[in-house]
């Protein structure tokens, strides 16, 4: 079956520095959202990417769609606190894009140290 | 608050018991799906409703789970003779297919530890 990876697992960061999680899937993808879920909270939606080679930014957060639409990531600059939490990819693979059922990767975890 | 409630939010049982678990999704969101997470991990996925219809099932539901959406508003997930394995948290989602691709919203979940 389809299976989405996703790395790292964890990231400890100095305030001010830079992250970026990446995600792969086995299969071709319909459209890839990022969810954030801070500790002992449940997914938020961040942003939805459906075009190949897409980009889109949010403030301090830009997220790629590969031109394949097998990979993805999610870059942020100058990490603050408030970043702290769990970010997942899941992708919506071809052909289920009718019923939208996402298949999420196992999350990288972001620590920031103040 | 996203909108989607879930309910209860804790559940605390002995191995071999049942537990019913509820989802009200947004208002005029028809879609609705059934997640479920375990410690350090993503959700996966279970089961999804269009309307009252259940359209598709993960192997992942085994014969011990039902889910129902009855009217096509909120929605059961029941698990029969739980065992220490099902002890995760069970999350809800509702989207609605105005758009192509359509956004997920996420509940708060229901923790569900089975002794």
């Known amino acids: 079956g389809q299976q989405v990876m996703q790395i790292p697992q964890y990231q400890h960061v100095q305030e001010g520095e830079d992250f970026t999680t990446y995600c792969n899937s086995s299969t071709t993808l319909s459209n890839i959202q990022w969810y954030k879920q801070r500790p002992g909270g449940h997914p938020v939606f961040l942003i939805q990417l459906v075009k190949s080679g897409e980009v889109k930014k949010q403030k301090r957060l830009t997220f790629q769609f590969g031109e394949a639409k097998k990979n993805s990531s999610l870059h942020i600059t100058a990490t603050q606190t408030t970043d702290v939490g769990t970010y997942f990819c899941?992708?919506?693979?071809?052909?289920?894009?009718?019923?939208?059922?996402?298949?999420f990767g196992q999350g990288t975890t972001l620590q920031v140290k103040p | 608050d996203t909108g989607v409630s879930q309910d209860p939010r804790h559940k605390i049982t002995k191995r071999g018991q049942n537990v019913t678990f509820r989802c009200d999704p947004i208002s005029e969101h028809n879609r609705l799906y059934w997640y479920r997470q375990t410690l350090g991990q993503g959700p996966e996925f279970l089961t999804y409703f269009q309307n009252e219809a259940q359209l598709e099932k993960s192997r992942l539901l085994s014969d011990r789970f039902s889910a129902e959406r009855p009217k096509g508003s909120f929605s059961t997930l029941e698990i029969q003779r739980t065992e220490q394995g099902d002890s995760a948290m069970y999350l809800c989602a509702s989207s609605s297919p105005a758009g192509t691709p359509t956004i997920q919203y996420f509940g708060a979940g229901t923790r569900l530890s089975v002794l």
């Open positions: 899941a992708g919506v693979q071809l052909g289920s894009s009718n019923t939208g059922k996402l298949i």
